[in-house]
């Protein structure tokens, strides 16, 4: 097999289009050093190879091997040049089996080190994670095709498709969000950001009410804390009223408990949430605070790492086609303003910025007696959905976790 392998691994075209998962290490022992020099020829020549060439340019490269090693590789690409010719389909799905297998082995290794106490295999654990899940190209691309169904292209744009923000006014702007779309929603502390994040997804008319399952991902306030403010903003009820009748209030979220899924995640890294989300099949998912979620590389500052971040927080709301919104500290120059502006986002001058589809800022004023004040000012700040711009303001009814007009 290995020598069809490497048979087809002559053609410049062949190892071009499977490079990504080519490795010496696939290979036996006694071909591995021929792989290597077909890659060292495509790399210098990107041409096609013959036989003959292959082992002219082995001698070349190796002066002082000895006459029988010299006969024994001979032999090898004597059995390369007469092996069976393979599809080259059949040859790139080999190679793919063989890809993985070496992978898994690399990854195996690693663990039987960490369990021995290497304290530096989980870095490399996690560099190797990433070179599997980012790195891999594929080798066809048919699924990336765009179609030529002009329905299929109205539908994409569409709409009809997006899930609806339960702000009237909000909606009538904005238009809501759909799949693959990111957008970030950003606040000063005890402005009320969460309480937005649960009204838009629990109060009457949500996302849930919608049909979308909805994820909450929690890393900076508990889960059943956070949880329980949706019981209260889907049943109307204040916390109060829940503690003095919690099976009124069971019964009533029983509506919704399925569809709105809430998740402690005080640790979680990229890698984490990438795998969560895989298994979610979410339509909708908060990441309350998305700035919290850890990276395993490191970064001279705040803003490289927040440029990383958001890049990853946009491309895993396309991978796994779902409106993705990170929760967002505003810095403290938004303290007390009605007006956000994008300067005013925490740790970042432009990272965020840049990879959001929409980015809101909730103010709230400074009056003397602003802690009964519910007036709250929605900000859109940067809208790639409908292109509007402005402030919208509403009413927080900050005892239900509800927003209205």
């Known amino acids: 097999m290995h020598q069809s392998l490497l048979k087809a691994c002559l053609s410049y075209e062949f190892y071009s289009n499977n490079k990504t998962k080519l490795r010496a290490s696939l290979f036996d022992d006694t071909f591995k050093d021929l792989y290597k020099t077909i890659e060292a020829m495509h790399t210098k020549f990107a041409i096609d190879i013959t036989g003959n060439e292959m082992f002219s340019y082995w001698k070349a490269q190796n002066p002082t091997s000895t006459e029988s090693w010299s006969d024994e590789i001979g032999v090898l690409v004597s059995e390369i040049s007469s092996a069976e010719v393979l599809n080259p389909a059949i040859a790139e799905d080999v190679i793919s089996n063989l890809w993985q297998q070496s992978i898994g082995l690399d990854i195996a290794d690693l663990g039987i080190?960490?369990?021995?106490?290497?304290?530096?295999?989980?870095?490399?654990?996690?560099?190797?994670?990433?070179?599997?899940?980012?790195?891999?190209?594929?080798?066809?691309?048919?699924?990336?095709?765009?179609?030529?169904?002009?329905?299929?292209?109205?539908?994409?744009?569409?709409?009809?498709?997006?899930?609806?923000?339960?702000?009237?006014?909000?909606?009538?702007?904005?238009?809501?969000?759909?799949?693959?779309?990111?957008?970030?929603?950003?606040?000063?502390?005890?402005?009320?950001?969460?309480?937005?994040?649960?009204?838009?997804?629990?109060?009457?008319?949500?996302?849930?009410?919608?049909?979308?399952?909805?994820?909450y991902i929690a890393n900076e306030e508990f889960g059943k804390r956070v949880k329980l403010r949706a019981v209260q903003a889907y049943a109307g009820m204040t916390k109060?009223?829940?503690?003095?009748?919690?099976?009124?209030?069971?019964?009533?979220?029983?509506?919704?408990?399925?569809?709105?899924?809430?998740?402690?995640?005080?640790?979680?890294?990229?890698?984490?949430?990438?795998?969560?989300?895989?298994?979610?099949?979410?339509?909708?998912?908060?990441?309350?605070?998305?700035?919290?979620?850890?990276?395993?590389?490191?970064?001279?500052?705040?803003?490289?790492?927040?440029?990383?971040?958001?890049?990853?927080?946009?491309?895993?709301?396309?991978?796994?086609?779902?409106?993705?919104?990170?929760?967002?500290?505003?810095?403290?120059?938004?303290?007390?303003?009605?007006?956000?502006?994008?300067?005013?986002?925490?740790?970042?001058?432009?990272?965020?910025?840049?990879?959001?589809?929409?980015?809101?800022g909730l103010g709230k004023g400074n009056s003397p007696d602003e802690d009964k004040d519910p007036t709250r000012y929605i900000n859109v700040m940067k809208n790639k959905i409908s292109g509007w711009h402005g402030m919208i303001i509403c009413n927080l009814d900050a005892d239900r976790n509800r927003y209205g007009a």
């Open 113 to 215: 080190a960490m369990s021995e106490g290497d304290v530096s295999a989980m870095d490399r654990l996690n560099v190797l994670l990433e070179t599997v899940s980012s790195g891999y190209v594929p080798n066809r691309f048919d699924d990336c095709i765009v179609t030529d169904d002009i329905y299929e292209m109205l539908a994409a744009v569409s709409d009809e498709n997006r899930f609806k923000f339960n702000i009237p006014t909000l909606s009538k702007e904005v238009y809501g969000l759909a799949r693959g779309e990111f957008a970030c929603f950003a606040a000063y502390s005890n402005v009320g950001k969460t309480a937005f994040a649960i009204s838009l997804s629990a109060a009457p008319g949500g996302f849930c009410e919608q049909g979308a399952k909805v994820g």
């Open 240 to 360: 109060e009223e829940v503690i003095f009748e919690p099976r009124k209030a069971a019964a009533i979220y029983s509506g919704i408990k399925d569809k709105l899924i809430f998740a402690d995640a005080q640790d979680w890294d990229v890698q984490t949430l990438d795998a969560y989300l895989g298994q979610g099949n979410f339509g909708v998912v908060f990441v309350d605070m998305a700035d919290k979620i850890s990276l395993s590389s490191n970064f001279n500052s705040s803003h490289e790492r927040l440029a990383d971040l958001y890049y990853r927080l946009r491309e895993l709301a396309k991978k796994h086609n779902v409106a993705l919104i990170g929760m967002s500290q505003a810095s403290g120059e938004a303290e007390g303003k009605t007006r956000l502006t994008m300067s005013m986002l925490a740790g970042s001058r432009v990272a965020k910025q840049a990879e959001c589809d929409l980015l809101i």
